[in-house]
């Protein structure tokens, strides 16, 4: 049985949306980075994520009964890898441009099929190893321009920082994928945000900065826009099929290279350009992939 409402415009607006308001969280992100620091930006964007999150869940009727779990330690580890990731891909945009940034994102769902090989014994299939090229190439594409330009190390650190992201978070999917199966989407999102900010929180030694108007609103918008992102795009899961949803995954691209052209003046870089349909290529193979490995197990 398939309990997915059939509403695919609705949903694939919701998609949509969601992708614009992660970018907006993004270049509120890195228009705070100079003067924020890294753990003062996660506390301040996962506690007021919860804001919305928790309201979702009220509207839906899901709190705090919610908040009841069978899988405690399940949440910690994928709360855990989540946050790590987060505190890296802040780290990453505040070196790079926010397109690059993202499209480094877009590594995950390889690094998620890999997972799938390597941890849970799902077959290498030649679509993984074709999605696993293709990336691969498009990384060497976006980073070589750099070696050949002469030393960027703080720009090369911040790809370093872009994939150690994506890798963190695939584990923390193929986490999410085993505890899924008594946890609802609900429970796993508000455990992650709060785990979340008691990790920006244990960065308060470190010297947080005093913030000003302005800037404390970046701050907070970037808590409300992630909050936000996340539950578009639960909505959207239940409107219509995550198949119908993929193409518009890749649309979410386009806000990011908008917010470095027009608000921080940053034009597109060539390894960009040359990296972005083959990393995106792979990505969609290995999202396609793993569909249609789940298409088979429901026949």
Known sequence: ??????????????????????AAMLVCVKAVSNDVPLGQTVFFRSAFALLPIVAFMMWRREFPRALATRRPYGHLLRSGL?????????????????AEATLLAQLSPVALAMGGVLLLGERLTPHRVAA??????????????????????????????????????????LTVRRISRTESPATIAFYFVFVTTLAGLATLGLGWVSVDGPMLALLVLAGLF??????????????????????????????PVLADLWLFGQPLSEGFVLALPLVLGGAMMAAMEGRRLRWRLQR
């Not at 505190?87 to 945009?93: G, H, L, N, T």
């Not at 980073?143 to 992201?165: K, M, N, Q, T």
């Open 132 to 173: 696993l090229a293709l990336v691969l190439c498009g990384v060497a594409l976006l980073v070589l321009p750099e070696l050949r330009g002469g030393p960027a190390a703080d720009r090369l650190f911040g790809y370093g920082l872009g994939i150690l992201s994506a890798l963190l978070s695939a584990g923390a999917l």
């Open 226 to 255: 992630g909050g936000a992102a996340h539950i578009c795009m639960t909505v959207a899961l239940g409107m219509t099929e995550v198949s119908r949803l993929a193409p518009f995954e890749y649309l979410a691209l386009i806000w």
């Open 1 to 22: 049985m398939n309990d997915v409402a059939d509403r695919p415009l609705a949903g694939i607006l919701l998609r949509v949306l969601s992708g614009l308001f992660f």
């Open 82 to 98: 989540g946050a790590a990731a987060m505190f890296a891909s802040f780290a990453a945009v505040a070196r790079l441009p926010v």
